[in-house]
């Protein structure tokens, strides 16, 4: 029984997942899989190397300063993941009139100008909504109280506020509801994979979709690091205090990327109550998906991790083929 739970427990944390547009790319220590159903009904599975900066430079492996490592890769591939899912899902965009203008004058490098500039918005806009929206309304609440920890809770709770509305309202939108249920097919083949069941539609359905190392929980956890952080800086200008906040934040980062790494190897009682609000949120962040959802998920998790799952052993999808590239 013993070397069982040993066998199990050496599972967990070996691979970690998102959801992308109709599939689902799953990640392990080196190598990255990526399993999108098309329109035609076929999975089709991209597996390629991945290799961590972390593993090259030892001082990178610090904690703290690995979580905000893990933070800047995670993103970059994140973005490279989703714009993959779109080319192998055959989404094409007609370019506009005002698109053929730019390519034709500035060339083809006015796209990755273009997409530099929406990054930055878009990290613009994040700090507007999630950091200088909430400072200014603890700035309100100055002229009632001046506790710190209440002025602090204040700045916490309009950040999840934003958060959950901002999450509700993409749950109304069909394609992301679509994907919000390949994130719980994901969850789902992830726990059934940590629990050492065969990897089957059938046992990936009964699992949870609530998974405690999931990114929604990060980003929740940050959101509780950053109530903590608040109440050093809040008695500070809106001004100084917005600044200090973006300065603070790779820590932030840092520290919750080791709850998380804790909190999914760790299964005690103040793991479960710090948890719980993450878990919540994945109520809306996660939907139960279907069988050919979970087909895809499976595919996927089983092209991370070929040493557990040989190739011989991949899902049958009925009359669908599968295609595995590796590059």
């Not at 920890?149 to 993409?170: A, D, H, P, Q, R």
């Not at 903590?228 to 600044?243: C, D, E, F, G, N």
Request: proline content about 4%; overall charge neutral; aromatic content about 8%.
């Amino acid at each position: 029984m013993n070397n069982k739970n040993d066998n199990l427990s050496c599972r967990l944390g070996t691979v970690g997942g998102q959801a992308v547009l109709e599939g689902v790319m799953m990640k392990s220590k080196d190598l990255v899989a990526l399993s999108v159903r098309g329109t035609d009904g076929n999975i089709t599975t991209e597996v390629k190397p991945f290799k961590s900066i972390r593993s090259k430079y030892k001082i990178l492996n610090i904690p703290v300063i690995r979580g905000i490592v893990n933070f800047v890769e995670t993103m970059i591939l994140s973005f490279k993941t989703l714009n993959r899912s779109a080319d192998m899902l055959g989404i094409e965009e007609e370019e506009t009139k005002f698109e053929k203008w730019l390519t034709k004058t500035f060339g083809k490098s006015v796209t990755a100008i273009a997409s530099a500039i929406g990054t930055v918005l878009g990290l613009a806009l994040a700090v507007v909504l999630f950091i200088y929206l909430p400072a200014q309304i603890a700035e309100f609440i100055k002229n009632v109280t001046e506790s710190r920890l209440l002025l602090s809770i204040t700045e916490g709770v309009v950040k999840i506020l934003i958060f959950v509305l901002y999450i509700y309202l993409c749950a109304l939108i069909p394609d992301m509801k679509r994907v919000f249920q390949y994130h719980g097919a994901e969850h789902k083949s992830i726990f059934c994979h940590e629990a050492g069941l065969e990897l089957t539609p059938e046992n990936v359905k009964k699992q949870s979709r609530f998974h405690p190392r999931c990114g929604t929980s990060f980003l929740f956890v940050m959101m509780f690091l950053g109530i903590i952080t608040s109440a050093l800086i809040i008695h500070l200008p809106v001004i100084a205090r917005v600044p200090l906040k973006i300065l603070f934040l790779p820590v932030v980062v840092g520290v919750g990327f080791e709850f998380i790494k804790f909190a999914g190897t760790h299964n005690n009682i103040f793991v479960r109550i710090v948890s719980a609000p993450g878990l919540w949120i994945q109520r809306l962040t996660t939907k139960e998906p279907d069988t050919a959802q979970i087909e895809v998920a499976i595919r996927s998790l089983k092209a991370a991790l070929p040493d557990i799952y040989p190739e011989e052993e991949c899902i049958e999808t009925g009359d669908n083929n599968e295609n595995q590239i590796t590059e």
